[in-house]
């Protein structure tokens, strides 16, 4: 008799015994379980830091500042000791870790790679010796979701074409971690920082974090071969205001080489980001209502303002005052214009001053009719001579100190937190708000400007 059976469902029906899993496969899964659940939260918190808005300023000339009331020099190494990497590594252990460094071409070669991700959110740019090259910094797109980090674009045609190039590995500010602002001294040597400082010096493939600095560094400016940051200590402000409230301030300089850091004063008064205004053979730094000023190569001092002089400006008079300077080329105390804007603040007019002599004596030019809601954020003043004010209601020009004029294609929400003129007709300005994701340039000496796109 056949038989009917069909043997693979005879085999089928039997029963299977099931594979034991190897040995320690739980302990892997709940330790990979905990390791996600951690990332998660970290992406969380990432998720709620605020991009600062802080004013910045093109890259310009420094020298040995200061003979200060600092008990000698004292340095400070670009490297980062044993002792400092664990007081870093404690310090930011709960901060968002940004994702890992992608290999990204030098400034050098800015224009001839991949355009930025969209969605980035410029907030500070550099250009270099008056040139077409230059760089912007922020917090990137789509690119870096779900957790937040810092991108960097560079531009060969001042800001007609802008590509992605290295940038530091960091997230965007948070208490005493994080970079918002760029400066670049050439094609090779760069550093980004606010709060933290990180240094290049391969034009951005590779980024160096300097631990060495205590606390975060509010401004810092760099020319012919050396770079100088202004610290701060004492800040009572956490997350993005990082530099608010702070009671210690202290100047640093350095080679753009790398090596070691100086301090070359401290007890300053209060310093905020772009005081610090340099041409290249003197140099102006306000901090609290003090001027201070000294040649390249050779010692800074205090300038009090002379008897003599027709106006002491606001500004001041008190350690307190607020102000925006800005030097000509050529400034100095035989020479050049430096100017002085004071009383910036929401619901008052700007008051111009201009000295002659480096600040010891003062004139006031006049007020300038900005809006009765805005409030000045950044001065400059173009290798010709033309003024240019940066407003929370737009860019302001004047050819001669007197007569001010709205410059048009600057009415934006929010205005601008810069303005920088690199040449006497090209110049930038950083919106207040970054996610405008473009920066403005003019070609005519500020009388106009037009969106520089950075992103897709």
Known sequence: MTNHRDPIEEWLSEDVDLLQPPQGAFRTVRRRARRRKAVQAMSAAAAAAVVVAAAVSLPQ???????????????????????????????????????????????????????????????????????????????????????????????????????????????????????????????????????????THDGGTKWRRVTIVPGPVIDLATVGGRVFAVAVSGCAASGSQYAKGCTGFTLFGASTAGGTWHQLAGGLGPVTSGALQLTAQYGYLLAGGTLYSGPIGGSWRTVPVSTSSAVTPACLRSTAGRGLIAPTPISSPRSGTLYLVCDFAAGKLSALYASGDGGRTWQAK??????????????????????????????????????????????????????????ARMGVAVPSDSGLHEVFTTIDGGKTWRASKISQ
């Open 61 to 199: 000339v420094a020298g040995n500042l200061f003979s200060g009331p600092s008990s000698g020099p004292q340095k400070y190494l670009t490297g980062t000791p044993e002792s400092a990497t664990r007081t870093s590594a404690k310090a930011t252990s709960r901060t968002p870790h940004p994702p890992a460094t992608r290999h990204l071409p030098p400034l050098s070669s800015a224009g001839s790679g991949q355009r930025p991700p969209a969605g980035f959110s410029p907030t500070s740019v550099t250009f270099i010796n008056g040139g077409s090259l230059g760089a912007v910094i922020g917090q990137g797109g789509a690119s870096c979701a779900p957790t937040p980090c810092t991108l960097v674009a560079g531009t060969s045609d001042y800001g007609r074409r802008w590509t992605e190039i290295g940038a530091p590995p960091a997230a965007p500010p948070a208490g005493s971690s994080g970079v918002s602002q760029i400066r670049f001294a050439d094609k090779r040597n760069g550093w980004a920082y606010g709060p933290a400082l990180w240094a």
């Open 366 to 423: 006049r007020t300038i009719p900005t809006p009765a809601s805005a409030s000045a954020t950044s001065l400059a003043v173009s290798p010709a001579g033309p003024l240019v004010l940066a407003t929370t209601a737009g860019i302001y020009y004047s050819l001669d100190a007197r007569a001010w004029h709205g410059a048009l294609g600057s009415r934006v929400l929010g205005g601008f937190r810069f303005v920088g003129m690199t040449t």
